[in-house]
């Protein structure tokens, strides 16, 4: 017989997990207590809503489940605000929530609060254990269900009561590595969709972040390489190809986005979606795609197949293996012809990057946001990552960073379109990643969220390079309301916050950049620092990014 607590801690251990987020509480201290007794890093968030968005980088940058526990009640409601993004983005993050005994639950008891029904709404399943030998079970279930088909959150809720019990439950190790299966797509569907493909005159893939979750990168590059046809990306489908590539046409959608990507879907006869739930962003209100194109959509979550666009062949299935089905069935000389075609867009694309040159090169004063993205790109090798928040910071980012080597390269909360996610979410990154060189892009109302974190990020001692675009406000908030009925209401911060003094203050580094040439003097040195570094660069508020309204 052994402690309930021990044996969790044993089934994140056996199952490859070695880092867990969150914010102790008196409630899971035989939790932590094994904790302390294993191998496993926990790693302190200043809030249990950052703890979940650190779980959430982790899982992403470390291809197994995050795992971030904390206190019920309210606890459990900010652990809520972070595990949204993990549940829009399709992420495998493991919430554990302490709770008081079940004999005084509702008898005002401190910190009480119904832990399912609020951390319900985003997770795919959720337990209330019963006894010591239930909360392994819930802790092994959940594991399982997690990465077997689409991931997603979990939640197992655990009384003090249960924390007493040994227990004689002999859990079976789960790799907590994810996908564990690979679902084979139908042959008949895979022979359809190359049909339509050699009948096509204006073929396009449209890849989300699927491709990069299932790290069908590889597969999608020959696929394109083989049937010249050219690669349109989501927001968070960037690394899905190299975007170096001459098939490779950038971001598509409503904002942040290439328009030669925008013209090619418009003018697409064929669009082979993978990964992708062909979202109101990027497919610009679903308007973007002809009612005469045909559609392919293969996704592994069956909810969405079809769910906004009719699909003339829906393929449930892993999109590797996809992929890899169609690639067995092409020879590189079918599809020859079509070189020409991702000449031409090629060139497109060229032009649309050299008609922006001069904000990407602007030496302008205060700095013009796509200068900075301009030197994240000269600056980030091929390998690092790009964590970028939403709002401004992403629509400059989306259209103007380039991955250079696919695979996970960017990362933006389209999950959850919170603006404050960039922070907490990179710190997961790095450290599921610690020798990769990772950035944060972050506008400065996004950073004030969880800006306790840079805390965190000088106590474990990690390398994270903080890229701040200060512009003293809220200025896709600005713009939009300027642009409905010319008005501005709490849009505006206190001028002069000095970020660079409070990242010294949490123990970071810090620096304020206020001309194009402090830029490119302090962001080389800050990737290549082996500590935490912030650069508060000082923004042009009146640049506006590729947006459409």
């Not at 700095?367 to 992403?394: F, H, K, M, Q």
């Not at 950073?447 to 000088?458: F, M, V």
């Not at 203050?505 to 302090?522: A, H, K, Q, W």
């Amino acid at each position: 017989m052994t402690g309930t607590t021990d044996e969790i801690v044993e089934l994140f251990e056996a199952g490859g997990v070695d880092t867990v987020f969150g914010f102790p509480c008196e409630q899971m201290d035989p939790y932590y207590s094994s904790l302390a007794d294993s191998s496993l890093r926990h790693v302190l968030g200043r809030s249990e809503a950052s703890a979940a968005l650190m779980a959430d980088g982790y899982a992403r940058a470390n291809r197994t489940v995050g795992v971030v526990d904390g206190v019920g009640g309210p606890g459990a409601a900010y652990m809520s605000a972070g595990l949204c993004e993990a549940d829009g983005a399709s992420s495998p993050v493991l919430a554990l929530t302490g709770d008081n005994e079940r004999d005084i639950r509702g008898r005002e008891v401190i910190q009480d609060g119904d832990n399912e029904a609020i951390l319900g709404p985003h997770a795919e399943v959720t337990f209330d254990a019963e006894s010591g030998d239930r909360a392994v079970e819930a802790v092994e279930s959940s594991l399982r269900q997690m990465t077997t088909g689409v991931p997603k959150p979990a939640h197992v809720n655990l009384p003090g009561d249960v924390f007493e019990e040994e227990i004689d439950y002999s859990p079976a190790a789960v790799d907590a590595s994810y996908p564990a299966d690979r679902p084979a797509p139908n042959p008949e569907r895979v022979a359809a969709t190359l049909d339509r493909l050699e009948a096509a005159e204006a073929p396009v893939v449209l890849a989300g972040e699927g491709v990069v979750r299932a790290d069908a990168s590889e597969a999608l590059a020959e696929f394109a390489e083989r049937t010249n046809t050219p690669v349109v990306t989501s927001i968070n489908g960037k690394g899905a190809v190299d975007e170096t590539e001459p098939y490779a046409l950038g971001v598509v959608g409503r904002w942040g986005f290439c328009a030669t990507a925008n013209d090619a879907l418009e003018a697409a006869d064929l669009v082979v979606g993978l990964g992708t739930r062909f979202s109101d962003l990027t497919t610009v209100g679903w308007s973007l795609i002809s009612d005469e194109a045909e559609i392919v959509h293969v996704d592994l979550d069956r909810a969405w197949l079809g769910k906004n666009y009719a699909a003339d062949v829906a393929i449930q299935a892993d999109v590797r293996t996809t992929l890899r089905a169609l690639n067995d069935c092409v020879a590189p000389d079918d599809y020859a012809d079509r070189a020409d075609r991702i000449e031409s867009l090629d060139a497109d694309r060229t032009e649309w990057r050299a008609s922006h040159e001069s904000d990407l090169r602007s030496d302008a004063e205060p700095v013009a946001p796509a200068r900075v993205v301009d030197e994240l790109n000269e600056s980030i090798p091929a390998e690092g990552i790009l964590v970028s928040a939403t709002s401004y910071s992403g629509f400059f980012s989306g259209a103007f960073y380039e991955v250079e080597q696919h695979g996970l390269g960017y990362l933006q909360a389209r999950g959850s379109d919170g603006i404050n996610v960039c922070l907490p979410q990179a710190i997961g990154v790095q450290l599921a990643r610690p020798d990769t060189p990772v950035v944060a892009l972050s506008g400065d109302g996004g950073i004030g969220y969880h800006i306790a974190d840079l805390e965190t990020a000088a106590r474990e001692d990690l390398p994270l390079t903080v890229v701040i675009l200060n512009n003293d406000g809220l200025g896709s908030s600005k713009a939009s309301q300027i642009g409905t009925d010319n008005f501005q209401l709490s849009t505006d911060f206190h001028e002069g916050v000095d970020y660079a003094a409070i990242a010294r203050g949490f123990g970071c580094r810090g620096e304020t950049v206020e001309t194009p040439d402090e830029l490119t003097e302090t962001l080389p040195d800050a990737i290549e620092s082996d500590e935490p570094t912030l650069l508060d660069v000082q923004v042009d508020p009146f640049a506006v990014p590729p947006i459409l309204v």
